[in-house]
């Protein structure tokens, strides 16, 4: 059995009462650590806090765990009781539903347990969740890839009154250049060896493995979303928003010390929304009530 | 300090730590009745579990206590720690909006305890939920009365080839049509009586407060919702959708036995998916992924 089991989005005493019975149930406990993060998910300090609470020993999966072993987390759930823990509700990412088909597809029974994630949980700053449209992610510019697929879909919304999450870019573990670089010496080396193919491919993944490094991670800030989403529009006629379109900036949601603050986008940009993560909302047509709520978050300079 | 705590969508076991906790330092503990109900929320057996879990008496709320109690409720917060519960996440209903917005405004301190909800929860079935459009909400039609605005969002959606959530009508304590004539004769007499206006109306409010009846709750069936978006797109060149389009049913979602299926319209049509709370979605455009999980969902019939 595989229990996927959702842990909300603060710390340790998100988890349902419904989640924390599956999980000690289990004799294998994985986490996942890729496509967001908690206070508790970062440091040793914070998982022992889960670890204390379930009596159990919690294994991290980042995504290159998860992608190369899941064959082998799914091999322990076809025996036993094995529980995948993600940060928010277990559908929120491409990811898992992967490891759930990959799981079906075995024959093996999967249980899912819900929670709160940011989809829902942007409901607390009064706009009305039935009135958003497609959610989109903003990715990192670099120099040479900038994309701006995102700007359509917010078009599309804002033209039908519908307001925006936009999710922010999240890289961790990301392979730095130089370790691109090895890995595409080791494809070349796949992909042209003739014969000793497998010996050759074998020999470089143990001389490189010990050598790949990662970029250290990144998180990206409302400021950084708000300067990509101005950005793009600069050059735009009738642009689909401008730096007077009202927002709303959320940081830590769901945490103690979460953020929530609305304003323009101008405004926003300089606000210190402080730790990740952020995410943000630009607001489409609002209703009187809306309104009222969002007046208890406005930004005061 | 008022609470406004979500259950999630199963039972009793879907609260979160933090949410019981919060329970258990209230003096005062009402749960909403009006937008949707648990199988735990509609008997005394059901409530009684929960009573049980927090060690709490719970006073149910309906709709009118609530708009007319809010008031009071608000003043004992103001005092005191009170918890008001809520079917899935805190914040998918404009009405708990509503009373967040009348609490701020006294000064009182409001605390969110965040749960998952439906608008969450479906994706369980495989669909990426960044990939919805605007969420509908589909009203039973009477003889008289069958507004279909719906259709435009779910047109837009399917246009750019979005999911779409549709939201089925639940009707929970309506007055009957008998009661609404009384009522209108109490209004009536308010708004014509002269200088004894008060005196009327009070005496009118007595003689009928004892005799208010309701209908019994209605919950719209995926069945019925088929049956009336496929009555909105009769008569219309190119509709949108037409009963080979593929949907998915949710029953009881996020309960034990709860049913999801995913078939056409006209699939969905032929299938009894047994007590409420049902929902339904209406496919975009689907990537692999998404139709690979699907297919476990699959109408076999």
């Not at 991670?217 to 950005?231: D, G, S, V």
Request: aromatic share 10%; net charge negative; proline share 3%.
């Amino acid at each position: 059995m595989l229990f996927i089991i959702g842990l909300g989005l603060g710390d340790e005493r998100d988890i349902t009462l419904r989640g924390l019975e599956a999980v000690k149930s289990c004799e294998k406990v994985y986490m996942e650590s890729y496509t967001s993060l908690l206070s508790f998910g970062l440091d040793s300090h914070g998982l022992s806090n889960l670890e204390k609470l379930y009596g159990k020993t919690i294994t991290l999966a980042d995504r290159e765990m998860v992608e190369e072993k899941a064959h082998h987390i799914l091999e322990e759930a076809r025996h036993s009781h094995v529980a995948f823990l993600v940060v928010g509700d277990p559908f929120g990412a491409t990811t898992h539903t992967d490891l759930v088909v990959r799981a079906k597809k075995m024959g093996i029974h999967v249980q899912s347990v819900h929670n709160a994630s940011v989809m829902n949980a942007i409901g607390i700053c009064g706009l009305q969740l039935y009135r958003y449209g497609e959610t989109v992610s903003i990715p990192f510019f670099t120099d040479s890839w900038r994309p701006d697929s995102f700007y359509e879909k917010i078009h599309s919304n804002r033209t039908m009154g519908l307001h925006t999450l936009c999710l922010l870019d999240i890289r961790v573990k990301e392979p730095t250049l130089e370790s691109l670089a090895r890995l595409g010496l080791v494809w070349f080396g796949l992909v042209y060896s003739t014969s000793s193919s497998w010996f050759y491919s074998l020999l470089m993944h143990f001389f490189f493995r010990g050598r790949k490094t990662y970029e250290p991670p990144r998180y990206m800030t409302i400021n950084t979303a708000i300067e990509q989403l101005l950005e793009v529009v600069q050059e735009r006629q009738q642009p689909a928003y401008t730096e007077d379109t009202q927002c709303v900036g959320f940081a830590r949601l769901g945490s103690d010390d979460q953020m929530i603050i609305a304003g323009t986008m101008k405004q926003l940009q300089m606000v210190d929304f402080g730790a990740p993560l952020h995410c943000l909302v630009i607001t489409g047509n609002t209703h009187p009530l809306e309104e009222e709520m969002l007046e208890f978050y406005r930004c005061r300079t």
